[in-house]
C-alpha cells in the first residue's frame, strides 16, 4: 500500500486527518530538505537582522561549500560505484554540514568543512552494509574531521535566534515520521541529565531548562540526525531503547583518549548500537511480474536476491531509480501482502491517476528488471498472544497489510474479524483470498451495492454518499470492540477519521497503519 495515495472513505474532519493528507503529499527526503532550505534562509535573516553575527559573505560561502562539495562528491561517487546518485540526499547532508561548522572565511576552516562533506559523502558508500548507511553520514563526516584537527564541529544551530523556526520544523519532521515518542525518550533523558548538572552549577531548574533546549542541539540533534531511518533499528520498543542510551551518551561527559563527549560521537555510538541490534541491508528484488486485483489496484511480484526477512504486517521500501523527477523522490514504501519466507516478494498498489513517477517507474517494469529495497520495518503486527481477539478495518488498498497477516498463517487460530470498506463491488481486492480465508469478513460498500459472492454484506449508512463510518455504527457491527485490538489500515484520511470511530465505538487499544514513506 502507498498510504497518501489509497481511497478515502470520507473527507478528513479532523486537524490531523488534514495535516496527513497534505504532508502525504511529500516523501520526506523533499520535506527534510525544505525544512532545511527554510532554516538556512531564516540564518541568513537572522544574521542580516544582527540576531547572529558570522556574517552575509561567511554565511553565503559556508552554505555554497556545503552544498556544492556534497553534490559533487556524491556525484563522482555515484559515478565510480556505478550507480545512481541521490541527489537530494546529498543536498540534505550539505545543509546539516552547514549547521554543524562554524561559518568562516578561514583558508583551514574552510578545507576542514570541506573534508567534512566529502568524508560523509564517501560513508555512504564506505561505511554501508548491503546498502544501508551503518552511521549518519553528515555525523560521520564531522566526526572524522575533527580528529584531523582541521575543524571541529560547533552544532551552531543551537542557538536561541534559532529555536522560534527551528522547533515547528523539527516537530512537523517527527510528526511525518511519527517518531515524535521517540524523540521525546531522547529529549526527557537528555535534558534531565544536563540540567541536573546546571542546577548544582546553581543554575535555576527554568533556567537549566531553557539552557539546555535553546542553547544545546538537543531539538537539531532529535530531529534531523537521530531519527534518520536508514540509521535505525526497525522496530519500535528498539527504537526507544536506543533514543534513551542516545540521550545519556549525549548529555553525559566522557573520555576515552582521542575520543571525548560529543553530539557526533554520541550519534555514531547510537547508530552502531541500531546496526548491531538488527540493522537490515538492502535487497535487489528482480522484478517477475503484476496482476490485476481491481480496476485500480495491481499486486507487483519481485524475486529477491535473497531471503527477506519480516514480520506479517510490516512494511518495505523501494529505490526506483528509474521514476524521473517528479519533486517527491524515487523511494516509495509498500505493505507486504506475501508470507515471511515466500519464494516471492508481493505488494499491492493503487495504480489509478493521477500516478507518481515512482508509480509510473514501476507500471513501466519489465520481467527480469531489478529495483533495491531499502529497508523493512513497522510495528503493525499482531499481538503475540494468539488469545487476543483482533478487527482488522481495510479501507480500500489498506487491505494490504491484512493480506500478509492472511497468507501467513497468523490469523487461523485467531479470534479476528476483518472489515473491509471500498467504494463499489469492482473495487474490493483480494476477494477470492478473502473468501477463502477462513476468517469472519464483513464488507461494506459506499455505493450500497452487493460484494463479491461467498463475502457477507453490511450495508452503508447513506449508499452513494461517503460511506463514513461513525462510531455508533461501528459499535453496532462488532459489538465486542471494547475487547479487541483493533489495527486500521488505509489513507492518512481514512486513518484519522476511522481511528476516531473506533475510540468512540468503545475500542481500547487501537493501532494505525500511517507510514512515513521516507
Avoid at 562533506?117 to 548491503?130: G, H, I, N, Q
Avoid at 538537543?218 to 531519527?227: A, H, N, P, R
Avoid at 553525559?252 to 554520541?266: D, H, Q
Wanted: proline share 7%; aromatic share 8%; net charge positive.
Amino acid at each position: 500500500m502507498s498510504p497518501v495515495e489509497t481511497p478515502q472513505t470520507g473527507p478528513a474532519s479532523s486537524l490531523a486527518g488534514r495535516i496527513d493528507t497534505a504532508l502525504g503529499r511529500f516523501t520526506m527526503y523533499r520535506l527534510i530538505l525544505v525544512v532545511l532550505a527554510v532554516l538556512a534562509a531564516y540564518s541568513l535573516l537572522l544574521d542580516v537582522l544582527g540576531w547572529l553575527t558570522f556574517g552575509i559573505p561567511q554565511m553565503l560561502a559556508h552554505l555554497a561549500l556545503c552544498l556544492g562539495v556534497t553534490y559533487a562528491a556524491n556525484r563522482a561517487l555515484a559515478a565510480l560505484f556505478r550507480i545512481n546518485p541521490h541527489s537530494e540526499s546529498s543536498l540534505i547532508t550539505g545543509l546539516l554540514l552547514y549547521f554543524l561548522f562554524w561559518p568562516s572565511l578561514q583558508p583551514m576552516d574552510l578545507a576542514g568543512v570541506a573534508l567534512a562533506c566529502v568524508l560523509a559523502s564517501a560513508s555512504k558508500y564506505a561505511l554501508a552494509w548491503r546498502g544501508r548507511h551503518i552511521f549518519n553520514p553528515a555525523a560521520a563526516g564531522a566526526f572524522a574531521t575533527g580528529l584531523t584537527g582541521l575543524n571541529i564541529a560547533t552544532w551552531w544551530a543551537a542557538t536561541p535566534a534559532m529555536i522560534w523556526l527551528l522547533v515547528p520544523g523539527v516537530l512537523l519532521i517527527l510528526y511525518r515520521t511519527r517518531k515524535v515518542l521517540m524523540a521525546a525518550v531522547f529529549t526527557v533523558v537528555a535534558t534531565a541529565i544536563i540540567t541536573l548538572e546546571l542546577l548544582r552549577s546553581g543554575m535555576t531548574a527554568g533556567m537549566g531548562v531553557w539552557q539546555t533546549l535553546a542553547q544545546r542541539p538537543v531539538l537539531f540533534f532529535v530531529g534531523f540526525m537521530l531519527t534518520e531511518p536508514l540509521t535505525l533499528p526497525p522496530r519500535r520498543r528498539q527504537q526507544l531503547a536506543l533514543a534513551a542510551v542516545a540521550g545519556v551518551l549525549f548529555a553525559v561527559p566522557w573520555n576515552l583518549g582521542i575520543v571525548a563527549n560529543s553530539p557526533e560521537a554520541a550519534l555514531l555510538a547510537g547508530n552502531l548500537l541500531a546496526f548491531l541490534g538488527g540493522q537490515r541491508g538492502a535487497v535487489k528484488l528482480r522484478f517477475a511480474g503484476t496482476r490485476p486485483l481491481t480496476p485500480t489496484t495491481a499486486e507487483f511480484s519481485f524475486e529477491p536476491a535473497r531471503p527477506v526477512r519480516f514480520i506479517p504486517g510490516q512494511y518495505m521500501e523501494l529505490d526506483l531509480p528509474q521514476a524521473r523527477p517528479d519533486g517527491k523522490g524515487r523511494r516509495r514504501v509498500f505493505s507486504l501482502t506475501g508470507s515471511p519466507g515466500g519464494r516471492l516478494v508481493k505488494f499491492g498498489v493503487r495504480t489509478a491517476g493521477p500516478l507518481s513517477a515512482a508509480k509510473e517507474a514501476l507500471l513501466a517494469l519489465r520481467p527480469g528488471d531489478e529495483v533495491t529495497a531499502t529497508a523493512v520495518g513497522g510495528d503493525f503486527v499482531l499481538p503475540r498472544d494468539p488469545r487476543r481477539p483482533v478487527l482488522l478495518i481495510a479501507a480500500g488498498i489498506g487491505i494490504t497489510p491484512f493480506m500478509s497477516q492472511l497468507s501467513s498463517g497468523g490469523l487461523r487460530e485467531r479470534d479476528a474479524v476483518l472489515l473491509f470498506l471500498a467504494r463499489s463491488t469492482d473495487e474490493v481486492a483480494y476477494a477470492d483470498e478473502l473468501r477463502t480465508s477462513g476468517v469472519r469478513v464483513l464488507v461494506r460498500l459506499a455505493d450500497g451495492s452487493e460484494p463479491p459472492t461467498g463475502l457477507a454484506s453490511v450495508a452503508a449508512a447513506n449508499p452513494g454518499a461517503s460511506g463514513r463510518l461513525d462510531g455508533q455504527a461501528l459499535a453496532a457491527l462488532v459489538p465486542d470492540i471494547a475487547r479487541r485490538d483493533v489495527y486500521v489500515s488505509g489513507s492518512p484520511a481514512s486513518v484519522a477519521s476511522l481511528r476516531r470511530a473506533s475510540r468512540r465505538a468503545g475500542a481500547r487499544r487501537v493501532r494505525t497503519d500511517s507510514f512515513a514513506g521516507y
